[in-house]
């Protein structure tokens, strides 16, 4: 891959990751003081990720099993091909936008399902994930944004090395959260530029249950085949998942695909 090539990959994932980064807070000006010695802050250390791994139990389901899952993925699907009403797109996790409401697909078959994941872990965990994730990320959009090896702090300057050192540990975070966590992992959408937007349910899904208790997680994945005329037959993953701790409990849901409206 060409060096432009590279250092435009940093940028557009150095753009992701500010949606990550926390608004600074503007404080009212203090009245006037004695001249202070300035104090250095210390910097901060990168908060570790959670040692702890999350009990995951996969059980095989026939494609054919009409079971819940297999219901609502039905009733989405009905309802995104406009036959009947749309009261299925309720059952989008985070709400249904305006997006989602306008999106349509030609008919549809379902014609497989992989196995069903059920995860049993800590919120504690989790939330150590994804606020160890998310400090890496805001250092490194820190030090893309200033630019890293360069000697005028310019993006252009950076080498692909530079960008591969600064972006690294981020990913290698997220790829442990994918091992240890991966039914949650997954419904965060972890390992694409999507799991910093603010419209990412998963966020509110942690802010709503607090930050300890034991969690369950649940995954049905299947695979839809839908073909338009005259257009080859695609298949592409329709998820339905349920999140529960500490008495809440999302009941099933369709995991939206990898991008938001902002309304």
């Known amino acids: ?38 104090k250095k802050e210390a910097p901060k250390k990168d908060p570790p990720i ?11 389901v026939p494609v054919e099993t009409q079971d819940d899952a297999r219901k609502l993925a039905e009733a989405y699907l009905n309802a ?9 797109l309720e059952s989008l996790l985070g709400g249904a936008t305006l997006r989602a409401r306008s999106y349509s697909i030609p008919d549809w078959k379902i014609v497989s399902r992989p196995k069903h994941r059920h995860e049993v872990g800590t919120v504690e965990a989790l939330n150590g994930f994804v606020t160890s994730i998310d400090a890496s990320a ?23 090395e530079d960008a591969t050192k600064i972006l690294d540990p981020t990913r290698k975070k997220a790829k442990a959260f994918i ?28 802010t709503d249950v607090g930050e300890k208790g034991e969690y369950q997680a649940d995954l049905d994945l299947f695979w839809v085949e839908t073909a338009r005329e005259g257009m080859p037959a695609r298949q592409w993953p329709l998820r339905v998942v349920r999140f529960q701790a500490n008495g809440k409990d999302t009941g099933l849901k369709i995991l939206p695909a990898s991008d938001w409206n902002a309304e």
Do not use: C
């Not at 702890?52 to 059980?59: G, M």
């Open 179 to 206: 091992t240890n966590y991966p039914v949650f992992a997954y419904i965060a959408r972890a390992d694409k530029p999507v799991y910093w937007h603010p419209e990412n349910p998963f966020r509110k899904l942690l």
């Open 138 to 160: 805001r250092a490194a959009l820190a030090r893309l944004q200033g630019g890293g090896g360069g000697p005028t702090g310019d993006l252009n300057e950076l080498t692909a």
């Open 80 to 88: 995104i091909a406009k036959k009947g009403g749309d009261e299925a």
């Open 1 to 38: 891959m060409k060096l432009a090539n590279v250092l435009a990959a940093a940028a557009l994932f150095a753009s992701s990751l500010a949606f990550a980064a926390e608004p600074a807070k503007k404080e009212a000006a203090a009245p006037a003081k004695a001249a202070e010695p300035a």
């Open 50 to 60: 959670p040692e702890t791994k999350a009990t995951v139990t996969d059980s095989s």
